[in-house]
């Protein structure tokens, strides 16, 4: 199937949302003590974001961004 609309593409949205639910999977193996507290979407951006807030052993918070982008279809072969 041929893409013709970016920025956000479906499939792009959609990718954004199975990495959305995909935490509870991810947070197993993180690095010790590791949690994820919240997980924000941005799925009509450009290139949607996951934003994942984790929480470390001490209480420190952290912040891990994952941006999803789409090559136009003629790059893939």
Known sequence: MRTTHYNPSKLEVTFAQA?????????HRLEDGHRVIEI???????????????????????????QIIQRPDHIVK
């Open 40 to 66: 924000e979407s941005i799925l009509d951006a450009d290139n949607p974001m996951v934003i994942y807030k984790l929480e470390d052993r001490e209480g420190d918070l952290h912040e891990v961004v994952v």
């Open 19 to 27: 990495l959305e639910e995909l935490a509870p999977n991810l947070e």
